[in-house]
């Protein structure tokens, strides 16, 4: 009587190692693009190629927060406060920088040859570190945040779409339009950038 050893089948461990593999791939390649777009780098500019350019500012950072999930650094110019997200290029004192904006308006803060880009979070225009205005709410007073979600620039200008739940016999219960300053080609020029007449008209 012949003794057959039995083998395991590793042909289930290979398909589960393939799939871990192709998942941490995906998870790289967003992380990679996402960095791309986070610091406007020139391979993310070759896709969404900067529209305007600030004239030099003198960059004076007032706060780096480098907590866990909770990156911020806030940078005091002469036109306020620039809210940053993340810390890895944050502008020397007294150094130069520009504000940059694309087609979609994604707003970075920038060294003044362009490059070492951050993601403005939000503006504060005319504020003065720490003495940010709050009204009654908590709310910052003269401040403003861009959109920066992947919603295209058509879609950013046209008007809200009205609740498809609204009809005959039901109140209209649209989204309200934007109120004062509330898109970034609106408020830009208090950043310096050159924003025309024509632009900051558009709807």
Known sequence: MNDQSSS????PFFWVLSILLVLAVVWLGFRYWGEQRYHNTPRW???RPV????????AHPVEVRDDWRNALTVVQTEKGLYFLSGTKHVPAQGSQVIVQA??????YLCEADGSRCMTIHSFCAGAVWPNVKRDEKGRAQECYAP???SR????????PKPDPRSGPGRRQKAAPPPVGMSHPREWASL????VSEAQAQQR
């Not at 950043?191 to 050159?194: A, C, D, K, N, R």
């Open 147 to 149: 959109y920066l979600g």
């Open 191 to 194: 950043m310096g950038l050159p």
């Open 51 to 58: 529209k305007l350019a600030s004239p030099p500012q003198t």
């Open 45 to 47: 500019q070759s896709w």
């Open 102 to 107: 694309n087609d979609h308006w994604e707003l």
């Open 8 to 11: 395991v089948d590793p042909r």
């Open 152 to 159: 295209s620039k058509a879609d950013l200008e046209s008007p």
